[in-house]
């Protein structure tokens, strides 16, 4: 009778206000099967790694269209590692310069989507992301 | 050290995978659940049901915030299990609850946890109970359970919680709705949220015209041909009566939350002193026991039955020639379906 659901926090760190992209992710991946928590705007990287803890999700989704992605999304990684979630994959998501990305995947950033990704791609690699790791453990 | 041991060390992270392991139905759940058990039991479990959009989330985030900065008193931990519906296509769910928790953050004396009702009905999700005794052997003092907030069937949340709160806002229904059975029924407090909207006062006033008849203070009894009036408390001495008080909140600008906090903690006395808090506890595990009996039965009677026989008996049922409650019969007699 085991069920196993993709769990996924989608949050908005730092100050931007614009949230149709974030909710838009989140409801293909509603869509898509997957539980899908949603924390609102302007939330801290504290908030977002103390929600990942308490929700154990498999994955993390950030949406930053402030540019300050070079701050908070390092923070955000060192805190859920901190926290002992290792494990949990992080997909950035927003308006990330093409210099920036390479960067982020180096910290360890699952992927990084700009405008225009298919949210179809979102699901596959989130699938492959999480599915892919539990069938290798 | 095992996964529970960690739990009731205080580890969250132990707590949150033991909480997936529970909701998931894996055999590790089951596991720490059993460690825990003799650990629950102390936890005063109050359930928040009411229709979409009434401010449960917001009225939990002010409950709980105060529990946690008490104007007297120490401080409460407090985990809240929210409950949001899964998509009955997708099995998707979007869990939004936490966003008006927001100020509860960076507490390390509260617990949230989001959970999908997955498939269940009744406002709850199969597991959710299990949750709560997660979090009730964890140490928190007061667990929160949120229901889904689909209406008036939701009565669920009544057998598993100590103190229901059935959360109205103005404006939502005549006052026909408030006569109708159910989800009013089950309320320990009825809680008008946004009671700074225009129509608050009429739906404070149909909740108590309907708690009066529901709990009448007079009863008119026929007694050998003559009509008699007794008082209630008279005739009943065993226990006080408790009567479900109304309390206008506006959870958003945090007011009302002192009496509604105060009318919880009568109840809970109340509860103590008449001995309902052991005869809920107690229905409350006999309701679990069963639940789980009837699943574990069911398994192993389909372990036992083939599904060749099983699959020619729906057949049957199918075609209209055998009763489903024949068939019942019939497989648990063992007989093959001919």
């Known amino acids: ?137 | 050290m095992n996964i529970a041991e960690q739990v009731l060390e205080g580890s969250r992270l132990a707590l949150s995978r033991v909480l997936t392991y529970i909701e998931n139905d894996q055999p590790e759940g089951r596991e720490a659940l059993k460690a825990l058990f003799p650990h629950t039991g102390k936890a005063h479990i109050v359930g928040v049901t009411g229709a979409p959009g009434t401010g449960k989330s917001s009225l939990v985030n002010r409950l709980a915030y105060y529990y946690r900065h008490p104007p007297e008193g120490e401080p409460k931990r407090v985990a809240v299990v929210a409950v949001d519906p899964s998509s009955p296509f997708t099995g998707g769910a979007i869990l939004g609850d936490r966003i008006r928790m927001r100020d509860l953050a960076g507490d390390p004396g509260v617990f949230i946890r989001s959970m999908a009702s997955r498939g269940a009905l009744g406002g709850l999700a199969r597991t959710t109970a299990g949750l709560v005794q997660a979090l009730d052997a964890a140490g928190f003092d007061i667990v929160f359970i949120e229901t889904v907030g689909a209406g008036q069937a939701e009565v669920d949340v009544a057998r598993l919680a100590h103190t229901t709160l059935v959360v109205e806002a103005p404006g939502l229904g005549d006052d026909v709705q408030a006569i109708k059975a159910g989800i009013l029924e089950i309320a320990d407090i009825l809680v008008v949220n946004k009671a700074d909207r225009p129509g608050a006062d009429a739906t404070v006033r149909a909740l108590t015209e309907m708690l009066k008849m529901a709990h009448p203070t007079q009863e008119t009894i026929m007694h050998h041909g003559q009509r008699m009036v007794i008082e209630v408390g008279a005739r009943r001495e065993d226990a006080p009566l408790w009567v479900p008080p109304v309390v206008r909140t506006v959870a958003v600008e945090n007011e009302g939350i002192d009496d509604l906090a105060q009318a919880i903690a009568r109840h809970r006395a109340h509860l103590q002193e008449t001995g309902e808090w052991q005869i809920r506890d107690r229905v409350r595990l006999q309701s679990e026991l069963e639940n789980l009996l009837r699943d574990t039965l069911m398994q192993r009677w389909r372990a036992t039955v083939s599904a060749d026989v099983y699959r020619a008996t729906l057949e049957q049922v199918f075609s209209r020639r055998l009763a489903p409650s024949d068939a019942v019969a019939q497989l648990l007699d063992g007989a093959p379906a001919a």
Do not use: C, W
């Open chain 1, 1 to 137: 009778m085991a069920e196993r659901r993709i769990r996924v926090l989608i949050a908005k760190p730092g100050l931007d206000g614009h949230d149709r992209g974030a909710k838009v992710v989140a409801r293909a991946l509603r869509d898509a099967g997957m539980e899908v928590i949603y924390t609102g705007l302007r939330q801290t990287p504290e908030m977002i790694a103390e929600a990942a803890l308490q929700e154990d999700v498999d994955v993390v989704g950030l949406s930053i269209l402030s540019g300050a992605h070079m701050a908070l999304v390092p923070r955000i990684l060192e805190l859920l590692r901190q926290n002992g979630q290792d494990h949990v994959k992080v997909f950035v998501g927003g308006i990330i310069p093409d210099e920036d990305a390479p960067r982020l995947l180096e910290m360890g950033v699952h992927a990084v989507y700009g405008p225009g990704t298919l949210t179809d791609d979102i699901v596959k690699d989130i699938r492959q992301a999480v599915l892919g790791t539990e069938a290798g453990e």
